[in-house]
C-alpha cells in the first residue's frame, strides 16, 4: 500500500536566498516575508549585507 503517497516532507526548510549583486548566501529565509526582511529591495530583490552596505552606505561622502 501507498500509505507515504501524500506525506509531504519538506525538504527546503531552511533553504536561503541569495544575493542579486554577489550571488552570495544571504541570512534570509526564502519563505520570509518581504516586509519582515532586512536588506531586501522592493522591485529588485534580496540584497547580502555587504551589497545593501554599499549601496546605501557609500564609502566616500562624495556625490555619486
Ligand atoms: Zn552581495
Redesign the pocket.
Known amino acids: 500500500m501507498r500509505a507515504d503517497k501524500c506525506r509531504a516532507e519538506p525538504r527546503h526548510v531552511s533553504e536561503k536566498e541569495h ?6 548566501l ?1 541570512e534570509t529565509a526564502k519563505d520570509q516575508p518581504v516586509s519582515e526582511r532586512e536588506h531586501y529591495i522592493e522591485g529588485a530583490g534580496q ?6 552596505k554599499e549601496i546605501y552606505m557609500p564609502r566616500n561622502n562624495t556625490i555619486l
Do not use: E
Open positions: 544575493c542579486i549583486l554577489c550571488g552570495k544571504t540584497l547580502c549585507r555587504g551589497c545593501f
